[in-house]
């Protein structure tokens, strides 16, 4: 028994010289406590010194716990607050973006066939389509294709084309002007009887006037078949340029 005794004030004496207890020895912590444990199962009394030691030692390994756990919880949240984040990012994206490839050359010289352009779908959330703005819209008797043409004729109106140019008025019997229209490829050489506009309905046309298929020859554009407004050509990347409208004066 009195050699016990000795190894272990040895011991403690050994721990407190060199102050092996530290926040980041975990394992001195587990040392100092086994001793503590034999020390009061022998009777033998701790100085002054070893007390304080340990006791700081149990607070150190006490906040080293408390701090883990802290910042566990805070990359946990971090973790599940970037996700959450590029969630809404993506949801954001995929409800007002769309991405559509132009097929022929209805739109020349202005879009070109096998150019990619992004469709902003939330442009007409808060608003109506204005006339010579560039949309993407599912062609009415079949929506399983979605086509690119300009908005040239506005509901309610009337629309003649006439000698390549194209006439708008408010009545059958009303004046008509003509609306100038600097980015098509060449005048219609086809003729257009003046016809009136379901309310609700557009009439659209290919920029390459004589190489379109549109509302001249299949009809009116209903709002709701309306996807977007193009507004971005960004492939191929030589072609990079915005898809911008046209204002009448």
């Known amino acids: 028994m009195y050699f016990v005794k000795e190894a272990l004030r040895y011991g403690i ?23 503590h444990l034999c020390c009061k199962k022998y009777n033998i009394l701790i100085n002054e010194s070893y007390n304080k030691t340990y006791a700081q030692s149990r607070k150190a390994l006490c906040y080293n716990a408390a701090t883990m756990k802290s910042s566990t919880k805070i990359t946990i949240l971090e973790i599940v607050g970037t996700l959450v984040i590029a969630l809404l990012i993506f949801l954001g994206v995929h409800f007002t973006l769309e991405s559509r490839q132009v097929d022929g050359s209805c739109m020349e010289p202005n879009l070109y066939t096998g150019q990619r352009v992004l469709v902003c779908k939330a442009a007409y959330w808060f ?26 004729g506005m509901p309610g109106e009337w629309i003649e084309l006439k000698d390549g140019k194209v006439y708008i008025s408010n009545n059958s019997s009303g004046d008509s002007w003509i609306i100038e229209e600097p980015y098509i490829k060449e005048p219609a050489v086809v003729d257009y009887p003046k016809t009136k506009l379901p309310e609700g309905e557009y009439f659209v046309m290919g920029d390459n006037r004589n190489n379109s298929s549109d509302s001249r020859s299949w009809g009116t554009l209903p709002r709701e078949n309306i996807i977007g407004k193009a507004w971005l050509c960004y492939w191929p990347l030589s072609d990079w340029h915005l898809v911008s409208g046209h204002s009448y004066h």
Do not use: C, M, Q
């Open 13 to 35: 004496r050994r721990l407190t010289i060199f102050n092996a207890v530290s926040s980041r020895d975990g394992l001195s912590g587990l040392r100092l406590s086994f001793y």
């Open 127 to 152: 608003g109506d389509p204005h006339r010579g703005d560039v949309v993407v819209f599912r062609k009415p008797g079949e929506p399983e294709r979605v086509l690119i043409k300009r908005i040239i």
